[in-house]
């Protein structure tokens, strides 16, 4: 569950829900001061669940939390089994053609990302926010050093290229072998 402020520096609570709407459906609570109806309206149409005005009582936030966890689905731990690649996120192991890769915890937590989305284009500030945190967003510096390991590593391995980069746009995943049906 995404409990966010309405209100942050740098990225509002608004796109942080479209954001992460695009690409989950994981249950999102806004906390917020404002308190007038457009507001409400705005952050609910951009894929928050819930929305709880400022100042709350504890005992009632932590209620609406319970309530959305009871009707969140559990999070798969199936693996992800798309052209070359298995990537389970239980074992928190990838194989590639049928041979392990070792990935630091960073790596593996981009390389799922970009393979739940195979063949979509993941923009930077959506792979910098799921990998890195919302504070993270607007330092794509880290995403380049990574992804450049993450193809250091798969390359060695195949000696194929698997992240196509989309100029000033992001990158998508396009394994091998993979045919657009496997979501």
């Not at 709407?21 to 007038?36: A, C, N, T």
């Not at 945190?133 to 391995?157: D, N, W």
């Amino acid at each position: 569950m995404v409990v966010t402020d309405l209100m942050m520096p740098g990225l509002s609570g608004v796109e942080v829900c479209r954001a992460i709407r695009s690409q989950s459906s994981i249950p999102i609570l806004v906390l917020s001061v404002r308190d007038h109806e457009r507001s409400k309206v705005e952050a609910l149409d951009a894929g928050a669940d819930d929305y709880v005005t400022k100042p709350f009582g504890i005992q009632e936030l932590l209620a609406r939390v319970r309530a959305h966890l009871r009707r969140a689905p559990e999070r798969t731990t199936a693996a992800i089994e798309t052209g070359d690649f298995v990537v389970d996120a239980g074992a928190h192991s990838i194989t590639v053609l049928g041979n392990p890769i070792h990935l630091t915890p960073k790596e593996f937590d981009l390389l799922f990302h970009l393979a739940r989305h195979a063949g979509k284009v993941m923009t930077h500030r959506v792979l910098l926010t799921a990998v890195w945190g919302a504070q993270s967003a607007h330092q794509p510096e880290y995403l380049r050093v990574f992804v450049g390991q993450v193809r250091k590593k798969l390359e060695a391995e195949t000696g194929k290229q698997y992240i196509q980069t989309e100029p000033w746009v992001g990158y998508r995943f396009v394994p091998e072998g993979w045919t657009g049906n496997e979501e």
